[in-house]
Structure formats: structure tokens, C-alpha cells
T-cell receptor, first 111, second 115 residues
């Protein structure tokens, strides 16, 4: 089983749609969780950290369920500019600085 | 301010040759990470440094791969006897701390092609 697994995608949605991505992780000792965004042929960039209480940043909401070991990202009112690959990232519980990335989920928002 | 800088941006090499990939982290960042990314995949962890020492090198695929960070800033990833399967984008990232909870900033990567 991979350490971090994501919805396979791709997701193709119209502008204005709400879309949700899920991610599961295998190491129950993991402490830090993130969503990164990667545009085509560009480097990954931090979208948001994920906290146990859940957190929101504008149209983006991230949630963490430690008991089930999954993380979610909700995007409301999708924009064309949201088209990208979304990467779920988890730090290793045993090697604290090691960040493990999921495969990524491709989102395409169309007019 | 300057971000993470990686050189070269592209490298084409023949199978069996030796290559070095360089990473200049953001000034003051103590943690430095190397990843490689193949098409359609997420970044795959190779190694990370806290200061000059490799804190975790469990992702290096075999002994042809080696990385150094002698003065705690610039890092070099070295690949000996390159193979076609080594072709990928090699990404470097740095962060302020090693705690795993701080944001990692990535460079634009070195695209390595082994022919």
C-alpha cells in the first residue's frame, strides 16, 4: 500500500462547480498535512496546510480525519485558473522532516 | 527575494555517464530536500538534509545516487553510471525548519534525459 493515496481523477468540471478531492495516508504517526498545487511543467507550490480542526482559505476548505487517516480538499465556485494537479502531502511520523507526496489529482475547469 | 535555484534546467546525457545537479536553497533555510518526478506521478522523495547532514536518505534508489551539502547551503545530487530509467525531473526544495510543519519551497527542477 502506498504511503499516500489520492483519488485517481482526472476531474473535469464546469466553472462554478464544487469539487472535492480525498486522500488517505497509511502512517498513523504522521503529524503534518498539506495540499500542494502544481501547474503543468511547473514546480509544486503550497496551497494550504491542513489542521485537525479543519481550515478554510477563501474558496478552499481542507479537512483532516485522523481516525480514518484521510484528508480532503473542497473547492467551491471553481475558476478556470484552478485547473492544475493537486498533491496531497504528508510528513512521515518516523522521519519528521520527510514529506511524502501522493500521485496527484488532475483538475480541469472548463467554461 | 531569490527562490530556490536549480542548475542546469535541462541536462541530456548518455547512458553510463556521470551527472551532477545543483541546488541553491533560499538563504537561511536549514532544511533541503531532493525529489524526482516522473510524468504523471507525484514527487518521489530521495533525501533530505538538516544543515550539512543527511537526516534521511531512505529514498535514494541505489548506490549510484549520492547527495552532499558540505556547508549547509548549496547541495549537489550526483548520479553515477546513469541509466535510461533515471530520466525524470529532479526537484529540490528548502524550508526554514526541519520540523515538517513548515512550508517547503521548490525550485523549477532539472529535467534529466538519459539517452
Amino acid at each position: 500500500r502506498k504511503e499516500v493515496e489520492q483519488d485517481p481523477g482526472p476531474f473535469n468540471v464546469p466553472e462554478g462547480a464544487t469539487v472535492a478531492f480525498n486522500c488517505t495516508y497509511s502512517n498513523s504517526a504522521s503529524q503534518s498535512f498539506f495540499w500542494y498545487r502544481q501547474d503543468c511543467r511547473k514546480e509544486p507550490k503550497l496551497l494550504m496546510s491542513v489542521y485537525s480542526s479543519g481550515n478554510e482559505d477563501g474558496r478552499f476548505t481542507a479537512q483532516l480525519n485522523r481516525a480514518s487517516q484521510y484528508i480532503s480538499l473542497l473547492i467551491r465556485d471553481s475558476k478556470l485558473s484552478d485547473s492544475a494537479t493537486y498533491l496531497c502531502v504528508v510528513n512521515s511520523g518516523t522521519s519528521y522532516g520527510k514529506l511524502t507526496f501522493g500521485q496527484g489529482t488532475i483538475l480541469t475547469v472548463h467554461p | 527575494g531569490a527562490g530556490v535555484s536549480q542548475t542546469p534546467s535541462n541536462k541530456v546525457t548518455e547512458k553510463g555517464k556521470y551527472v551532477e545537479l545543483r541546488c541553491d536553497p533560499i538563504s537561511g533555510h536549514t532544511a533541503l530536500y531532493w525529489y524526482r518526478q516522473s510524468l504523471g506521478q507525484g514527487p518521489e522523495f530521495l533525501i533530505y538534509f538538516q544543515g550539512t547532514g543527511a537526516a534521511d536518505d531512505s529514498g535514494l534508489p541505489n548506490d549510484r545516487f549520492f547527495a552532499v551539502r558540505p556547508e549547509g547551503s548549496v547541495s549537489t545530487l550526483k548520479i553515477q553510471r546513469t541509466e535510461r530509467g533515471d530520466s525524470a525531473v529532479y526537484l529540490c526544495a528548502s524550508s526554514l525548519g526541519w520540523g515538517g510543519g513548515t512550508e517547503a519551497f521548490f525550485g523549477q527542477g532539472t529535467r534529466l534525459t538519459v539517452v
